[in-house]
C-alpha cells in the first residue's frame, strides 16, 4: 500500500477524480444521448472540451516523440502510422488515464450515452493506446477488426481522444464518416486538442483519415484509442464471422498490396510486432521526427 502511496503521489493523483469529471460526464450522456443515436451515418458525437485540459497537457508532454524505440510502424497503401499500445511502454501518467477511461465509472457514462449496456473495457489495449501519425501517413477508410484477438468479445465501441494543438486546416488529418455504400462522405471532424469522438462500430462504420497528412516535418498528429467490447450482442450481420480490418476505397481510389503487406499475411502475429520494431530503424527519415 505504501508503494503505491507514494506512485501516486509522485503523480500527483489522488482518485479516478483527477481524471474524470463526474458531473459534466453524467450531464453529456443524459443532454446527447438522443443526437448521439441519430446522428449519421452512424451513432457518433464529437465532444470539445470533455477532459481537464491540465490532464492532457501533462499527456501531451511526455507523448514519445516519432523516434522512440517502442513505437509499431505500420507501412502499407491503406495506412501509414506509428502504434503503442503495450502497457509497459506507454508513459506512466498517460497509462493511469487510460486506466481510468476503462473504469466502471467511465464505463457508465458510455453506456448512458451510447444505449449499449455491459461495456467491457479492454486492459490490453489491442489496437489501441496511443497513435501517431507522421507527415505523409494517413489511414484509408475502413470498418474495424470485430472481434478481440484473446477474448472473442464483440467490439461496439470507438473512442479517440485529439492532443493536437495549433492544428492548421492545410495540415489536413480530419477524421472522416462514410456512408454503408462507400459513395460519400457524411462528416469530417479537425483533430484538435481536446476534441473527443465516440461512435458505435459496426461492419459499415466507416471511418478514417485517408489523404496524406500534409504537415511540417516537425509537427505529428497525436491521439489516443480506446475501444470497448460486449459479450455478445449487436446486429447478426456484424457477428456472423470473426474478420480483421476491413479497407474501403473511396471512388475511383485503389490499394496496392505491398511485398510487405503479403510477408505480414504470413507472418505470424507475435513474430510481426517483433519484426517491425526492428523495421522502425529503417524507416524513410521523415518517420523518424
Known sequence: MTEIFNERKRLEISDLADFLPYQKLDQIAKSNAAQYASA???PHLVIDGLFDSAVLDRILAEFPAPSDKNWTFHDAAEEI????ETERDIPLYTRYFLYALNSGSFLKFLEKLT???????????????LHQIVAGGKLGIHADFNKHISFGLHRRLNM??????????EYGGD???WERSMTRRINKVAPLFNRTVIFTTSRYSYHGHPDPLNCPRDVTRKSLALYFYTNGGGSDEDWSGRH???FQPRPGERFKLSAK?????????????VASRVLRSGAPAHLGG
Open 244 to 246: 480483421s480490418t476491413l
Open 261 to 273: 503487406q503479403i510477408a505480414r499475411g504470413l507472418t505470424p502475429p507475435v513474430l510481426w510486432r
Open 160 to 169: 479517440l481522444i485529439y492532443l493536437n494543438k495549433d492544428w492548421q486546416i
Open 115 to 129: 444505449g449499449i449496456e455491459n461495456l467491457i473495457g479492454d486492459p490490453h489495449f489491442v489496437g489501441g493506446g
Open 40 to 42: 449519421q451515418p452512424y
Open 175 to 177: 477524421f472522416e464518416l
Open 81 to 84: 502510422k506509428l502504434q503503442s
